[in-house]
């Protein structure tokens, strides 16, 4: 408007001293510039491995391409959360990051604060307070983490459990802190700290992770220069999606009221289930209405109303967005409303009065006067005043930086007061968004009676056509054309802008020449909205208004389009907002299309018989194909209907356009069309041939400009999968953001529901009354919407590792907290492991570094969805906290772990292989469930149970591979199988008084502990002292008579052992000379004997080697041969076979499979 | 536990298959009262009964709670199990009814499905075993649920005595794609079955004679193939059909179908068959007006996208259904015109914002 100035383009000086540098300068830069003789690779190899290095470098910069569902446009503010022990420093951080961005100095800082961070960015900064719930929450929703630490004491333990609660969420980005670093005197010391620190941090995030210092703090704040830069790294921060987010809508609120009745609440002495609100920017992906909403450490809500409030927050606008910088009225926006910002915030709900610095709500130790407690009193007051601030926009103060924002009632689905507070919004634009408000505003109470009316006129007067008025496409603002009724049928004048122009101050009346026909209309307000729309153009003293242009012609036009035509039924409507019965609907249509100039009956429903059931019977059944009938296909019978559709087939004649049209092409095409209908259909009977040809050659061109792409950058057109992926994710987004553009936002958030970055409002219904009377600001309430699924029970399989810094293990049964998905809840896990995939085998422990199974009745949650456990979430649980981690695997409603038993039993009496066996079973009903089972000694023979014995109850026949003994014990291995104890106890921390105090089920010694209970103890299980005696065997005694019928070798032998010496042992034998000789001689012509002998088989062996491998080459061919005639039959016996087969089944088969 | 109190309440006997549908996807309880009260014969069909058996069997956890009288049930549904089932269908309905239910399930069980059913393969109510094996499984190979897909026709079984048999195998998926379906080309192929058991089987034959009568004139790719069943094959009953379908440049399939009847010439048979089919062309659109519903329904089963689909008019089936997809999941279509320009086009697009959908039946690792 009236800041639209031009500036003066810049005019680079061509002469003078300024030229010369400029040009100096250039030259100077190109001799310094890039050399490519230094970077050019020295050798061959070394340029190919540069090249794979390079490529190298390149995959690893690719990273799955995931779809982004945060719009870029408006997205909400990001969620920077301040997270470090007590005392590092938080508040400071997050008052002089206030500071840095709003100038705006916060004493008491509780609750979200969103600032204005950049022209397309907000933030909104939150402090996480030390319970380790408030951790848990933050980490499921924070988009940055400032990780505080102390420099001068290190990392102490909330630190690394908060890191490892956001390595279970998804991780999002994290900004490591160190402060109190001037307490560290010595430069030396401060130094190695730093290094120290940082090392230890990079370990635990990545190498290279942000590490930030902050020096002492000035002012009750860290240095300027320290929080811009730290500012400006959050300002360049990117943020890659996570998977959880991105699949789940969630709002972090920054405000809280109760709208329970004060009378409601006074009767239950404040016992009752409260009605309660949040407000917040949404995030994540569309929430819908119907859906239910966990609050972590509340419980799972279902929402009653959704609202779409007016940005409390909003980013610079299109205006301020021409300039490089911020405006100063923009860097003071702040919204915190559970701090003490300097402004006044009026809403339905409650009056907020802030006065900075002088007191704040709830802080009673401060002495206060006569005025401030009646202003505290004021901000007591609920719902008054509503309808009258409703008209009006006031500003309270003068230093507010918000006017009093109205919000409308809770039927209103949008309310854009960005034009309440600043006027330098674009013209255009802000026209388009208020009109729709004020409309809407003005009209508030008139809505509800007006519905009503509109179907009690349906029902009443005109049930032939009730929907001929409908829309074709839901409620467009700039609608400026409308049917004109007929004598012939009555319809609606859907003229709306018309009204000033006609009747003027007629708003719910009909216009004069509607006569007495009834309004089917979708958005209601119409009327009034064109007639503020008109006066509000007028007061802007624009030129003249749009939709008086050419009225005439309009209206020309509209008439005859309606002799053409029924008007089309606005299909929405009647499928969502009628209560008509399918069968209703389609009737109506069918006349609409084929009876047009019926004359009506005000009761002709009568009149009308169901063409396209048929009879009675029929129509009771659930049944998918419609039945066929001789009749209504007659007119297939013509010759020239059948004709008529020729154009539906590739061979029909290419004269008539196909009726597709060209709206399958473009999405964009219908929207304009059904935004100015009124110019389509004056223009289409006009000329289709020249639509057609400059269809035709936009078709060219794209054609044409490919081409061209192509042949100038044959690489660069070739996309590679990881581009195709993303283009397609960038294409589906676009059509996404397209496809419901044009409609209203009440509509909108009927289809897709409340998109992310919108401010809502979310009215809860039964509110645990505990939440509103305990609320702390303090702790973040987190809304986190649940998808369908999610809000089953059943049981989860979860796959489980414990901490390797937890320092017990985790025992099966024992109750453990689990934070998954949104929720924080206790339950009891039986850990299992994968018995050979065979069977789910129970662990009694979870096993040492090592993942297992944990199996627990829970709500469910989707597979992949990481979670941590945690024991205790008390801060006065020693050591570390978290004491697993891991990721869902599957959910189901049964589980099959099973833990082993063994039976055993005795044998009693013996056979050969035989035994009866007892003490296992107790019935023969037992065993005879045991029939066949395996059993085995513990000597290791097998054996199976046979059958039940009549004597001793539980007794049985068994068979065994060999002879047991009597003193054997029969062993039979079975499985037991064990369900999960169903429990499942949130921690509901919001609504204890004392927030970190929450308790879960106690183990049972932690009872004992605490009651000062003794174990009880079974006499059974005492362990004494194991007397084994050691066994004794009696000698082999084999009878006389035995002895004696034996056969000698098998006879026992038993003697003495020789005690005296033998002949031969006593005498040594001497030779005589010739006696040696003689025996030499003997022995060398034994040698000679013996080398003959081998020299000679030597010589036979040489020989047989020859032959042998003859032999052999011999047996190869024909073995060879043999193999080829073996070969040749499997061929030949193959394809008889196949041949068969496809006989006996293929014939059909191929048949089938043709079409 | 938490679940009391979610459940969805609907009257009346119409329309029970795809709201049981639509409870087990959604996983919301679902109460339907008023089952033919002011019947005669009131409460629940021995087929409907039938029909909650099956999907019983195809689920884990399912409490189904009839009452007395059988006026009205509480289908609390479990997940969705898979595996291999097998079920005899009543000889009331055909397998088409048990089977499109169960189209609609498959894809989200936990396990892929193995389903053996026995009964009635053609009747002149239900999709045919015919139209759901080259119709509506291509009508989910849209939505990217293909690979290993599959209808087998064992056997066949006419009314009444039936004795047929199919298989029906299907993949799971993680999550179906998201449709974006408006250009509905022109026809370029007419494919078609036409069977006959325990009768001539020149019924067959001359079906075709009289089909391609009818459609030869508009294009020359038709193929319609005769399909005769024999011996143990052919089920306990006499019966032939004709089931044809029209294949558009863009995939857009549109099917008809007509079943003997007696007394009835089988050329006549095949004039309506094919007549219906040039009825079904004309309508236009890009599915089929019997796979409305599972069209809408995989199109709000989608990622957080923007669906589209080019349709015809909705029939009061479809219309009742995307009732109940709002009850269930939240989410309405809009339904606009699909070329406003043009007067005598009844052709809409409905487009819906997908609800993100997961198999979360499925196992990892």
Sequence with gaps: MSEQQTHKAHRPSQSGAKAEKKSKAKGKEKQHGFNEKAFAPRSGRRAERQGRRKVEKDQTRLHVPLVNRTPDDEPPPVIVAIVGPPGVGKTTLLKSLVRRYTKQTLNHVQGPVTVVGGKKKRITFIECNNDLNSMIDIGKVADLVLLMIDGSYGFEMETFEFLNILQAHGFPKVIGILSHLDLIKKAATLRATKKALKKRFWTEIYQGAKLFYLSGVLNGRYPDTEILNLSRFIGVMKFRPLVFRNTHPYLLADRFEDLTPREEIRASKGKCDRTVTVYGYLRGTNLRLGTKVHIPGVGDLSMKSVTMLGDPCPLPDAESEKRRKLSEKRKLQVHAPMSDVGGVIYDKDAVYINVPGSFTRGNTDVPQGEGEKMVMDLQDVRETLEDGVARSQIKLLGSSSKPLAVDPGPSRSHMDDSDDEDDDESAGESDDGSEDDYGEELDSGAEEEEGDWELEGEEEEDTAHPHDSGRSSLREVRRSMRDLPSDGQRREVEYAESDSDLGGSDVDDDHGLAGPSKRVRFGDEDDVEIASDAEEEMSDGEEAPRWKADLGEKARAAFEQHGRKGKRKDWTKLIYMSSLSPADILRDVSNASSNKDQTMALDDEDFFTVVSSSGPQEEVLDQTKEVLRVEDLKEWEDEEMLDSIRNLFITGGSTETPAEGGSGEEFGDEDSAAASDDEHQAETPADPEAARAAALAAKKEALKRKFDEQYDDPEGSQMGFYEEKKEEIARQLELNRAEFEGIDSEARALIEGYRPGSYVRIELADVPCEMVENFDPSYPIVVGGLLPSEERFGFVQVRIKRHRWYAKTLKTNDPLIFSLGWRRFQTIPIYSLDDHSIRMRMLKYTPEHMHCYATFYGPVALPNTGFCAFNSLSSGAAGFRVSASGVVLDIDRSTKIVKKIKLTGVPYKIFKNTAFVKDMFTSALEVAKFEGANIRTVSGIRGQVKKALAKPDGAFRATFEDKVLMSDIIFLRAWYSIQPRKFYNPVTSLLLSHQEEWQGMRLTGQVRREEGLKTPTNVNSIYKPVERPGRRFNPLKVPKNLQAALPYASKPKIMKAQSRQTYMQKRAVVLEPEEKKAMALLQQMRALRKDQVARRKEKQEERRTVHRQKVAKEEAKKSEKEKERRKEYMRVVGIKSKRESEREEGGRRSKRTKT | ?365
């Design chain 2, 1 to 365: 536990m938490a679940q009391a109190g979610n459940v969805i309440q609907f009257s009346g006997h119409q329309y029970l298959r795809h709201r049981l549908v639509l409870s087990i996807l959604s996983g919301k309880a679902v109460r339907i009262d008023k089952i033919r009260s002011d019947d005669k014969n009131p409460g629940l069909r021995d087929y409907e009964v039938s029909l909650l058996r099956l999907l019983e069997r195809i689920t884990n956890g399912t409490v189904i709670e009839i009452s007395v009288t059988g006026t009205a049930i509480l289908l609390k549904p479990g997940i969705i199990a898979g595996g291999s089932v097998t079920h005899d269908c009543p000889l009331s309905r055909s397998i088409g009814y048990f089977l499109e239910p169960v189209v609609m399930l498959a894809p989200f069980a936990k396990k892929s499905l193995h389903l053996t059913l026995r009964g009635i393969t053609t009747d002149d109510r239900d999709l045919s075993a015919d139209l759901i094996r080259t119709v509506t499984l291509p009508h989910l190979q849209l939505f990217g649920i293909s690979e290993g897909l599959e209808l087998r026709i064992k056997k066949r079984g006419s009314p009444p005595l039936g004795g047929g048999e199919v298989q029906f195998l299907c993949p799971i998926v993680k999550q179906v794609k998201t449709l974006n379906f408006v250009d509905s080309g022109r026809i370029k192929r007419i494919r078609g079955i036409s069977h006959a058991v325990r009768v001539n089987p020149q019924f067959s034959n001359r079906m075709i004679e009289a089909a391609r009568s009818v459609l030869n004139r508009y294009i020359p790719d038709i193929y319609l193939y005769s399909d005769v069943y024999k011996g143990e094959d052919s089920g306990k009953s006499p019966g032939y059909a004709l089931s044809i379908l029209a294949e558009s440049t863009t995939g857009a399939i549109h099917c008809a179908e007509a079943t003997s009847q007696p007394g009835v010439p089988p050329e006549d048979i095949a004039l309506l068959a094919s007549r219906a089919l040039l009825e079904e062309i004309r309508r236009g659109g890009c599915v089929d007006r019997k796979h409305q519903s599972l069209a809408l329904l995989m199109m709000v089963l989608g990622s957080e996208d923007v669906g589209r689909c080019r349709m015809g008019e909705p029939t009061a089936r479809t219309i009742q259904f995307l009732r109940d997809v709002k009850d269930f999941f939240g989410t309405s279509f809009k339904i606009a015109p699909a070329d406003p320009a043009d007067e005598t086009s009844s052709n809409l697009i409905f487009s819906a914002y997908g609800v993100g959908y997961v198999n979360a039946n499925r196992t990892i690792a």
